[in-house]
C-alpha cells in the first residue's frame, strides 16, 4: 500500500502538466482506481501535514505539485521575473466567459455594458479564452469558452469549482418578475435620440 | 459643484470600466439602496461625471451616452403620473426595473472577477516546476529567456527584414544558377543536424542573392510544415532560433 503513494508521487513529479487520475491507473494497472484516488487523498495530506513548501493539488482535472501560495515572494525572489497580470476589463470579461460560456461576444458586453473587443483578444493570446464554436444564428457570432489553461492558471479542479456567484439568488428572483410584466421588458429598445 | 471637487473627480475617471460601472461608483457613494435608486440624484451626477470627461477631451465612450438617455428615459417617466393604480409601492411597473436588473448582472460580476483575480494564481502565487528545456537549447547562452513557438507571421516578418537588406542592384542580374526548393531543403537539414541549431538569419545569410534568400525561407516553411524542424524565439521581435524537430 504504501509503495503505490510512493510511485504515483514519483509521476507526479516527473510530469509537465496536470497528471490525470486515469493516466496514474493506466500506468498502476493492478491497483484499483478507488485505490489510487484514496492514495492521492492521503498524498495530499501529508504534504499538508507536514507545512511543506511543495503541495500536491488537484488541478485542470489532474495532479501536480505546486509551491504554497505563502511562499510565493521567495519564488519570486529567485525567478525574478515579474507575471504579466490582467487588468480588470480583462478579468471581468473572463469571469463572465468562466461562469456564462458558451457565450457570445455580445452578451458580454451586454452584461459589462461596454465594448469587450480588446479584452477580449487579450484573454484569446494568453489562452485563459478560446473559440468554442459558432452560434447557429444570423451573423454566426463566435462562442467563447475558458480553456484548460484557465482552470491551471487559476488552481481550479473544475469548472465547478468556480465560487457560486454571490447575487445569483436575487437575479433569479428579478428575472421572474421580470417575466410576468413583458412591458417593461424592451426598455433598451425605445428611440433614445 | 466646486473646482475641487472637479479635480477629485478628474483623478477617478480612468477606473471606471464603463458606465455600469460609475453608475455603481454614484450609488456606493451616495450609500443608496441599489433597489431603489433615486433616479434624479443618480442621472443628475452621472451627467456631471460626462461633462467632466468632456471638458477633459477624453473620448468619451458611446456607451456612457446610451446610459445618459436610458436615465434621462427613465427619470422622465418616473415623472408621469401612474395612472388609475394605487402606487404599489415599489410595483413591478418601475421603469427603474431593467437598470437595476443590469446593475445587479454586473455587480455580481464585477465581484466574481475580483474573487478570481484574489485567488493563487500560477506564476503569481504558486510555481509549477519548471519545464526542463530540450538538450539543445541549453547549449546557447538563452538560459533564463523562455522560448516562443514563433508564428509565420514573424516568420514572413523575418524574412521582410532580410530581403530589405539584399542590395537592389541584386535584381538587374540574372541569376543562372539552377536551384531547387529541395537542394535548399537538403541543404538546410545538413546545416542544422551539422549545428543543431541556427538562426533565421545565419540560415539565410544575408549575402545570398535574392533568389537563394526567397528560396531557403520556402525551404524553411516547407520544413516547418512536414515539421521537420522547429522555430523558436525567446521573445517577441527577439532572434528566431531554428532547430531540427528529431526527437
Redesign the interface.
Known amino acids: 500500500m504504501e509503495n503505490i503513494k510512493a510511485i504515483i508521487e514519483a509521476l507526479v513529479?516527473v510530469s509537465?502538466a496536470p497528471l490525470a487520475l486515469e493516466k496514474i491507473c493506466a500506468v498502476l494497472t493492478e491497483v484499483e482506481k478507488v485505490q489510487v484516488k484514496d492514495a492521492l487523498d492521503k498524498l495530499i495530506a501529508e504534504y499538508e501535514e507536514r507545512k511543506s513548501g511543495i503541495c500536491l493539488q488537484e488541478v485542470a482535472g489532474g495532479y501536480?505539485?505546486?509551491?504554497?501560495?505563502e511562499l510565493?515572494n521567495w519564488?519570486k525572489k529567485l525567478?525574478g521575473s515579474k507575471?504579466a497580470?490582467?487588468s480588470?476589463?480583462s478579468?471581468?470579461t473572463?469571469?463572465?466567459v468562466?461562469?456564462r460560456q458558451p457565450i457570445v461576444k455580445a452578451e458580454i458586453e451586454?452584461?459589462?455594458?461596454?465594448?469587450v473587443s480588446a479584452p477580449l483578444r487579450g484573454l484569446l493570446d494568453k489562452k485563459l479564452v478560446r473559440i468554442v464554436g459558432r452560434k447557429d444564428v444570423p451573423g454566426k457570432p463566435i462562442i467563447y469558452g475558458t480553456t484548460r489553461k484557465f482552470l491551471?492558471?487559476?488552481?481550479?479542479k473544475d469548472l465547478s469549482e468556480l465560487?457560486t456567484?454571490?447575487?445569483?439568488k436575487?437575479?433569479n428572483q428579478?428575472?421572474e418578475?421580470?417575466e410576468?410584466?413583458p412591458?417593461?421588458?424592451n426598455?433598451?429598445d425605445?428611440p433614445?435620440? | 459643484m466646486n473646482e475641487e471637487q472637479t479635480k477629485d473627480y478628474a483623478i477617478k475617471l480612468d477606473i471606471f470600466e464603463g458606465p455600469l460601472d460609475l453608475l455603481l461608483y454614484l450609488i456606493k457613494k451616495n450609500e443608496i439602496d441599489i433597489y431603489n435608486i433615486p433616479i434624479a440624484l443618480i442621472t443628475e451626477q452621472y451627467l456631471h461625471y460626462l461633462n467632466m470627461i468632456k471638458s477633459l477631451n477624453l473620448d468619451l465612450a458611446g456607451e456612457y451616452l446610451v446610459m445618459a438617455s436610458t436615465l434621462i428615459h427613465i427619470k422622465s417617466k418616473m415623472l408621469l403620473p401612474v395612472p388609475e393604480e394605487p402606487s404599489d409601492e415599489e410595483s413591478e411597473d418601475d421603469p427603474r426595473f431593467e437598470l437595476i436588473k443590469q446593475l445587479l448582472e454586473y455587480q455580481t460580476f464585477k465581484e466574481a472577477a475580483a474573487d478570481l483575480g484574489k485567488r493563487p494564481l500560477l506564476e503569481r502565487d504558486v510555481f509549477v516546476r519548471s519545464a526542463p528545456m530540450p538538450a539543445e537549447i541549453e547549449k546557447q547562452d538563452t538560459e533564463e529567456e523562455e522560448l516562443i513557438e514563433v508564428s509565420i507571421f514573424e516568420l514572413i516578418e523575418a524574412f521582410h527584414h532580410l530581403v530589405s537588406r539584399i542590395d537592389n542592384k541584386e535584381l538587374l542580374e540574372i541569376d543562372l544558377e539552377k536551384m531547387s526548393i529541395t537542394d535548399i531543403i537538403n541543404d538546410v537539414m545538413e546545416r542544422l543536424t551539422r549545428e543543431k541549431n541556427l538562426t533565421f538569419d545565419e540560415l539565410i545569410g544575408v549575402k545570398r542573392s535574392r533568389r537563394n534568400v526567397i528560396y531557403t525561407f520556402l525551404a524553411i516553411l516547407e520544413l516547418i510544415k512536414l515539421k521537420m524542424i522547429k522555430a523558436y524565439q525567446t521573445s517577441v521581435f527577439g532572434v528566431i532560433r531554428v532547430f531540427p524537430a528529431v526527437e
Open positions: 513529479l509537465e501536480q505539485f505546486r509551491t504554497r501560495a510565493s519564488v525567478k507575471p497580470s490582467l480588470p476589463a478579468l471581468e473572463l469571469a463572465i468562466a461562469y451586454s452584461i459589462r455594458g461596454v465594448d491551471e492558471v487559476f488552481n481550479l465560487p456567484l454571490r447575487e445569483l436575487e437575479l428579478s428575472q418578475i421580470d410576468n410584466i412591458s417593461q421588458e426598455i433598451e425605445i433614445s435620440s
